[in-house]
């Protein structure tokens, strides 16, 4: 979760200023560069070939370049650049110019200025992180209409009337496949008892309380005879993140499953158990090394991945397909999907991370099937949530 989403994800996880906890939600986060290991500044994003390596499930377009750019939503974390990644090499496989740019936090009024500056010097498409959407509206619709409809908004869904093109998980879904994935790997049944811990480390965020909600929904249902605590404010800062875990653990001694929400979550509910001595499993969204290394060690039960490559990839290729066509991206909500990694196959995640060439050999299959017929993975925009 990033972002879940951030990740948004969530969503994965976000971090999230204080200012404003009470709009965002969650989603993916992206950085500012034509490389997918820059980091960003506060406005910028050259145009340039990606310099990532492409997808090889179709040859490259050899027709006219075309300018294209994204818009993430933060730079800085290891699932936004994830996403730069997959845009990249969509950006390398169909003879793009990509421009990406992010604010160095979460910033939407640089991140709208950014977006401003890549219309104004010439992109004929763009792909928006609208966190939170609300903030957006006026932009997408801007950018609407200098495009000639070339605009996907991406990681959360964009308010009715503006773009018509949405990339990015079910906030609910994502709850729902994490409680049910860590239930599972865990061994836990209908007869489990205890307490089950929940965290949102943004209570006002909508999005992660969709997410929380999913969570806790398919936790009533596979765990009837559990206790869930009222799900707690995990703190957005890792630091405060880690203590606040340290504390709710502490407090519920009889806790035998913790749910995280944000990305941040992961690392702090292994601290947690450590320094507690607990026996809890753990549900985690976040791919980091100490988070690999305890599903490996049996630490942690199950971890929900999002595919922030594929949703990076998608929105690129859609782009440069509509202006290269001088068409407009297709309609809908398109689900990138998730990647539930247990003890099972935390050895092939581990590979995957390891290098760019592991990246793409493991997303090459899924965007493969995800582009064989695209047109059937639209559903209906407004039921994105």
Not at 15 to 35: D, K
Not at 51 to 71: C, K, L, Q, Y
């Amino acid at each position: 979760m990033s972002l879940h989403h951030c990740l948004l994800r969530a969503r994965t996880g976000v971090l999230l200023a204080v200012c404003l906890a009470t709009v965002v939600g969650l989603a993916a986060c992206g950085s500012n560069s034509t490389s997918s290991k820059a980091a960003s500044s506060s406005n910028s994003g050259g145009s340039a070939s990606s310099g990532t390596a492409g997808s090889s499930t179709r040859s490259a377009d050899t027709g006219a370049p075309v300018n294209v750019a994204i818009e993430l939503v933060q730079s800085g974390l290891a699932f936004t650049q994830e996403t730069q990644a997959g845009a990249e090499a969509a950006a390398q496989q169909f003879n793009a110019h990509l421009s990406v740019s992010a604010p160095t936090q979460l910033d939407p009024t640089t991140a709208i200025s950014q977006v401003s500056s890549a219309l104004s010097q010439g992109a004929k498409g763009i792909a928006i992180a609208d966190i939170p959407s609300s903030s957006w509206t006026r932009e997408l619709s801007t950018a609407m209409s200098q495009t000639n409809g070339d605009v996907v908004a991406f990681n959360a869904p964009p308010v009715a009337g503006t773009a018509k093109t949405y990339v990015g998980n079910s906030d609910v879904a994502l709850g729902q496949k994490l409680a049910a994935a860590a239930i599972k790997a865990a061994h836990l049944g209908p007869n489990t008892t205890g307490q089950v811990i929940i965290s949102n480390c943004a209570p006002g965020a909508s999005l992660l309380a969709v997410t929380v909600k999913g969570e806790v929904d398919t936790v009533k249902q596979l765990l009837p005879k559990a206790t869930i605590e009222p799900p707690f404010d995990s703190q957005a800062t890792p630091s405060a993140n880690v203590t606040a875990w340290q504390q709710e653990i502490s407090a519920h001694p009889s806790t035998v499953l913790a749910l995280g929400t944000c990305d941040q979550d992961g690392d702090s509910m292994i601290k947690a158990k450590q320094s507690t001595g607990g026996k809890f499993a753990i549900g985690a969204t976040d791919l980091d090394p100490l988070v690999l290394q305890g599903i490996a060690d049996g630490t942690v039960a199950a971890d929900l991945a999002q595919n922030w490559y594929l949703e990076g990839y998608t929105a690129v290729r859609m782009l440069i397909d509509a202006a290269r066509n001088h068409t407009t991206p297709p309609a809908g909500w398109f689900q990138p999907g998730t990647t539930v990694v247990t003890k099972a196959n935390v050895a092939t995640l581990e590979k995957r991370d390891a290098s760019a060439s592991g990246l793409t050999g493991f997303y090459n299959p899924l965007i493969a099937s995800f582009w064989s017929n695209i047109a059937a993975k639209a559903q209906p925009l407004s039921g994105a949530v």
